[in-house]
C-alpha cells in the first residue's frame, strides 16, 4: 500500500516539477487555451488582481540564461534574475505576454521599468510601488489607491472591468492555493526520500507558471498521499534554508548526499510568496485594501524595509519549530540586500547556538561541484561537532 501511494506522490509531483522545468512551455500552453498571460516581476506581485482581470498571473524569475543583449542597458554587477529577464525580453522568450509588472524593491529594480520602455518597448509594462516604510499608517492608504490604480490599469489590458466580486474571488482562490502550499511544505519536511530537496522546489516553483486553480488541485491530491506515507526523516539532518531562491537546482542536488533535508525555508522565491494570507472580509476595507494589508503585515524579508530587523529572530524560531539543525544561506550574486543583512542575522543565529553556511549561488552556475566541498564539510561538522 505504502509503495503505490509513494508512487503516486512521485508522479504528482513530477506534473508540477516539470512545468517547473519549461516555463516557456507552460506560456505556449496558456496562449494556446486563449488566455490572456501578464508576466509579473519579483517579489510580491499583486497575482490576485491579475486573476481578477481574468488573466494568468506568470512569474518572471530569470533562469538559465547568458547576459547578451541585455548587458546595453544593464551594469555587469546586476543580479541574474534581472539579466535574464531583460534578455528573455529583448529576445521574444516574453512574446505572447500582454503585459508585464515591473516591481521596485531594490537598486536595480528601481531602474528596470525605465529599462524596459527602452529595451522591450513592444511588450507593454505596468509598474508597482510600494511605500519604503510600510509601518507607517499613510502606507496603507497608499497601497490601497496603489492596489486600485494596477486593477484599472489591468482592467483595461484584459478587457473587462476588475470588480470587487472579482477581486473577492481571487482572493479566495489565492487563499486556498497558499493554505495548500503551506501544508505541502510541512509534508515535503517529513518526507526527504519522496521529496527531496530540488523536487520540493520544483513542485513549489510550478505555481508561477500555472493557473492556480489548477496548480491547487493537484497540489492537494498529492498533500493528500504524502499524509498516507510513514514519516521518513530517520537519520537525516533538517535546515532551513534562507535568501533569495535556492537555484540551481545543482546545489539542491547536493544536499541529500550528505544527509540533509529541508526542514523549512525563509526563503523569497518560495515560503515568502504563501506564508501570509490575505485578511478576511472581518477585517474591514475594500478588498484592495485588505490586500495591502497582507503586504504591509509581511516582515523579515530582505528586500522589504524592516527597521525591527526580524529576520534572524525569523530563522531562529523556524530552527525551533521545524527541528532544524542549522541554517543555510543562499547567498544570491550582487544581491546587495541579500549581503546588508547577513552580517546581523549571522550574528543572531550565532548567539542562538545555530550553525549557520553561507554559499554563493547564481542561476548561471555551470554546476556545484565547487560547492560540494562545503556542503560536505559542514554536513561533518554537525556530526562531530
Known amino acids: 500500500m505504502t509503495d503505490t501511494v ?3 506522490a512521485k508522479r504528482l509531483a513530477q506534473l508540477l516539477i516539470d512545468v517547473a522545468a519549461d516555463p516557456k512551455a507552460a506560456l505556449r500552453a496558456h496562449l494556446a487555451g486563449g488566455r490572456k498571460v501578464v508576466g509579473c516581476f519579483p517579489v510580491l506581485t499583486p497575482d490576485e488582481v491579475v486573476h481578477a482581470a481574468g488573466m494568468v498571473p506568470f512569474g518572471l524569475w ?3 540564461k547568458n547576459a547578451v543583449e541585455s548587458t546595453k542597458y544593464l551594469q555587469a554587477f546586476c543580479c541574474s534574475v534581472m539579466k ?3 534578455e528573455n ?3 521574444g522568450v516574453y512574446d505572447g505576454l500582454t ?3 515591473t516591481t521596485a524593491y531594490c537598486d536595480t529594480l528601481k531602474c528596470i521599468e525605465e529599462v524596459w520602455k527602452v529595451a522591450v518597448p513592444a511588450l507593454p509594462s505596468i509598474p508597482f510601488v510600494c511605500p519604503q516604510n510600510r509601518k507607517d499608517p499613510a502606507a496603507l492608504d497608499f497601497l490601497e489607491s496603489a492596489f486600485a490604480r494596477l486593477a484599472e490599469a489591468l482592467g483595461a489590458f484584459g478587457g473587462r472591468p476588475v470588480t470587487e466580486e472579482a477581486l473577492e474571488k481571487s482572493i479566495a482562490v489565492f487563499g486556498a492555493y497558499r493554505a495548500e502550499a503551506r501544508r505541502f511544505s510541512l509534508a515535503a519536511a517529513q518526507h526527504p526520500w519522496t521529496i527531496p ?7 513549489l516553483k510550478a505555481a508561477y507558471f500555472m493557473r492556480k486553480e489548477d496548480y491547487t488541485e493537484i497540489l492537494a491530491a498529492l498533500n493528500d498521499a504524502l499524509g498516507q506515507i510513514p514519516d521518513e526523516r530517520e537519520g537525516k539532518t533538517g535546515v532551513v534554508l534562507t535568501g533569495l531562491m535556492a537555484e540551481p537546482n545543482a546545489f539542491l542536488e547536493l544536499l541529500p548526499d550528505y544527509g540533509f533535508y529541508v526542514a523549512a525555508d525563509d526563503l523569497v522565491h518560495e515560503s515568502l510568496q504563501f506564508r501570509a494570507d490575505v485578511p478576511g472580509p472581518e477585517a474591514g476595507g475594500s478588498a484592495a485594501r485588505r490586500l495591502a494589508m497582507r503586504f504591509v503585515g ?3 524579508c530582505s528586500l522589504l524595509y524592516d527597521d525591527e530587523k526580524r529576520r534572524g529572530k525569523r530563522l531562529i524560531e523556524l530552527c525551533e519549530a521545524h527541528g532544524a539543525r542549522a541554517v543555510i544561506a543562499c547567498m544570491m550574486k550582487f544581491c546587495d540586500p541579500e549581503e546588508f543583512d547577513f552580517p546581523l542575522y549571522s550574528k543572531e543565529l550565532a548567539a542562538a547556538g545555530i550553525p549557520l553556511l553561507p554559499v554563493e549561488v547564481e542561476q548561471n552556475m555551470a554546476g556545484a561541484e565547487g560547492l560540494r566541498t562545503r556542503v560536505q564539510t559542514f554536513s561533518e561538522m554537525l556530526r562531530f561537532g
Open 197 to 203: 530537496a530540488a523536487a520540493r522546489h520544483g513542485v
Open 6 to 8: 509513494q508512487q503516486e
Open 298 to 300: 509581511v516582515d523579515g
Open 62 to 64: 530569470g533562469g538559465r
Open 84 to 86: 535574464a529577464n531583460v
Open 99 to 101: 503585459a508585464v509588472i
Open 89 to 91: 525580453g529583448m529576445t
